[in-house]
């Protein structure tokens, strides 16, 4: 056996690794519907004053706080680094696959990263509760058990058509004593107008974050807003996946690496292990090709504009710089209700634009019998979500059947699957 | 932070531990109805050559065949060691609190210690297919992932009550390549009579019991039967729980242990923990109390005789002497169906019958509250059988509230909670 020693708390970063001043170019500001950036005081209404800094911060490295870093730990980090040798093996690849596992983290995904973070700094800033919205129900689970160890109230305004098929999700958020109101509720205007437009509104991603923010606004400063992907903060915080795993990779005797792939829907869990290979110009100047995987259905980086959009649906956020199908847009329900959003992260968003990260589309069913191969060979049931993953690393992997070279391929396998079992039933 | 590389692959033992010849007095061997002690080659009827030598061994210590080892590693062994500092404060107890954490291997419990063993064993004998019975659904998870590991054919006769009540533990046994049957079945005589009797009945883990054993012994020898608790080679298997955890408490710099708490179904996660303490006389002569916990419904080795009986329903297997509440008990649906069992293994019944093991009973409602109690503090929401592992803790815990003494309580969390949520709906 080559493993080692990989999971010792000091693999654990002390600080978070910020891509935004190592961008190709200047990342474009937040504006306004006028046009105008939007000022510091105006994110603070929605965020603490320490996230808005680090949203806006310019730095690369800033330091993690000894409280979070120590929750961290408490949580399981560092997760494991695990060469996929069975699967190699059923691929017949010369490639050698590893892949980073957040799922042993106790909400399943890497989501609990940002959410200890964020609740942690809501938590120093006196902020009486927290409200998110979720879709497949990973960041509101997170956010659900941070706030409990903050001792912060939260509140989720989960999408209605999540509610409805995972009352499993529901339950832990509320076990983790969190309220959770399917969206759209009835606890704000975003809500009651759709819901009187048509009582059974399946709601989506983009009018639940409306539904937040509106919650957020109306709370005479009481409560804050929590969001678990797209901003830079958030991205920022999910840095420790990748920093640990240079740091393991080290450890385990592998110097160079191939290809990073990751999942995205607003591109956390993508950036947190792609942005330190980016940054840290890994390969001394001959980079890993970074693939970027989204649904077919759901297509923001290969079929979306570049340009000014909304966050949300009602148009209550700043419009930022991205890939986008328009803040309008209602993706079709699909298993990965996690990466149903119209838009991607704006520094993701950017490095597409400059063909750094390729991206790529897969249709519904090829990705969920990417995840079943991957339970079969690795005894681990892929998150619908993080099988997309999979299957790019599968596709990469074939290409080395016989090959001369022994590439090596990295993904993150973002969460486990066990709260999204049905997605697999049609696939066996 | 004092935690340390607790996690490294030299802490998963080479060997495994046999508390048989340990004993404070012999095992009772199993018998036929005549009276007559069962024959090696009976047993064989059922298990591979290899597992009926290990059933049968008195010797204290068995190698891991390297293969298992490396399968365990892959899996995710060793299994972090936690202390509970959090459950800790919100005792405001004295005493200090860790755990070990089999929820992080991918089927959620330490089932698939054995699992793997057993798949192992049975593939090196050229055997086709296991068929084995499941209550909650872990053990046949556990089965059914290690079965596809060693290219296995694997049948799973499943309580038809959590058949119908957890679909997503059968569609995780689908997915791993399990053939899943509700019990009784159509499949045996056993299953046939009982639904002839009554259409809709919900099974019980006896009676899935006995259709494995009749599908076994139908098969003209191309299928062996598989159990996941009770017998000396399965508790032998989860004996890596309680190797590692002796060497984890050494690199934590732990030098006695007071209490060993687990909770017992058949007793194999209890036996995992408990049985290495036990057997190496831990604290040089002050042993820690050892406390194994069943649910007050279902209350073997509280409320049960010592006496022979059969371990399923039908009374097709050789009796075991052992505490028992009647193998026609039926016990009422509770949510930790992984502790809906008749009795306890044979050799944890001597213990108990020797006053080494301590059993104590506890209601459903107040289990599953100290669940949460640990969700909300520790994060990870426990598996309802191992709640009631909590649930003693909590109540050892509080006796030193404000006490000058410092004991170390030690118990094992064999299994998270994520399929098991609606359990805890009640509960709030």
């Given at each position: 056996?080559?493993?080692?020693s ?5 693999i ?5 690794y910020n891509i935004?001043p190592d ?12 046009g ?9 209404v929605l ?8 949203e ?7 330091p993690?706080?000894?409280?979070v870093?120590?929750t ?14 069975r ?5 017949k690849?010369?490639a050698?696959?590893f ?8 909400t399943?995904?890497h ?14 800033e ?7 919205e ?11 058990l ?7 109230k ?10 409805l098929?995972k009352?499993y999700r ?13 969206s ?10 759709l819901?009187?437009g ?8 983009g009018?639940?974050i409306?539904e937040?923010?509106?919650?957020v606004?109306?709370?005479e400063?009481r ?10 903060h ?9 920093l ?10 592998v110097?160079r690496?191939?290809?990073v ?7 956390s869990?993508?950036?947190g ?5 980016i940054?840290?110009?890994y390969?001394n100047?001959?980079p890993?090709?970074f693939i ?10 290969t079929?979306g504009e570049?340009r000014?959009?909304y966050g949300?649906t ?12 328009g ?10 209700g996690?990466?149903?959003?119209h ?11 400059n063909n ?5 589309a ?8 990417a ?12 998150a619908p ?11 990469v992997?074939?290409?080395?059947r016989?090959?001369?070279e022994?590439?090596v ?15 697999y039933?049609?696939?066996?």
């Amino acid at each position: 056996m080559e493993l080692r020693s990989t999971q010792t708390p000091d693999i654990l970063p002390s600080y978070w690794y910020n891509i935004v001043p190592d961008l190709p170019e200047p990342l474009p500001p937040m504006i306004h519907p006028s046009g105008e950036p939007v000022k510091r005081s105006e994110l603070e209404v929605l965020f603490p004053r320490s996230l808005v800094e680090q949203e806006l911060s310019t730095q690369s490295r800033i330091p993690i706080p000894e409280a979070v870093r120590e929750t961290l730990l408490m949580l399981g980090r560092p997760t494991p680094l695990i060469r996929a040798r069975r699967l190699e093996e059923a691929l017949k690849t010369n490639a050698r696959i590893f892949f980073k596992y957040e799922g042993v983290l106790p909400t399943g995904s890497h989501k609990i990263n940002t959410a200890v973070a964020q609740a942690y700094y809501n938590a120093v800033e006196s902020v009486e509760r927290v409200s998110t919205e979720t879709g497949a129900g990973q960041w509101g689970s997170a956010l659900s058990l941070a706030g409990n160890i903050y001792g912060l109230k939260v509140r989720v305004f989960m999408v209605r058509a999540s509610y409805l098929q995972k009352p499993y999700r529901r339950i832990l958020m509320e076990a983790y004593g969190a309220e959770v109101y399917p969206s759209p509720s009835t606890k704000t205007n975003t809500g009651r107008k759709l819901l009187a437009g048509n009582p059974d509104h399946p709601g989506s991603l983009g009018i639940a974050i409306s539904e937040a923010i509106e919650d957020v606004v109306s709370s005479e400063g009481r409560a804050k807003y929590s969001l678990g992907s797209v901003l830079n903060h958030v991205l920022l915080h999910q840095s420790v996946i990748g920093l640990e795993t240079i740091k393991q990779l080290e450890l385990l005797g592998v110097e160079r690496v191939d290809y990073v792939i990751g999942c995205v829907g607003g591109g956390s869990n993508f950036a947190g292990l792609s942005y330190p290979f980016i940054g840290y110009n890994y390969n001394n100047g001959e980079p890993p090709v970074f693939i970027a995987v989204e649904p077919e259905t759901v297509p923001s980086m290969t079929r979306g504009e570049y340009r000014y959009d909304y966050g949300d649906t009602a148009g209550l956020t700043p419009l930022l710089k991205m890939y986008t199908l328009g803040h309008d847009y209602i993706p079709p329900p699909i298993y990965a209700g996690g990466l149903r959003y119209h838009g991607v992260a704006p520094s993701l968003s950017i490095l597409v634009k400059n063909n750094i990260v390729k991206p790529v589309a897969y249709p519904q069913d090829e990705v969920l019998k990417a995840g079943l191969v991957f339970a079969r060979t690795q005894g681990i049931l892929p998150a619908p979500e993080s099988s997309h993953a999979v299957k790019a690393v599968i596709d990469v992997a074939l290409k080395y059947r016989g090959a001369s070279e022994k590439p090596v391929i990295l993904f993150n396998l973002s969460g486990h699957g066990l709260l999204d079992l049905s997605a697999y039933t049609r696939n066996y």
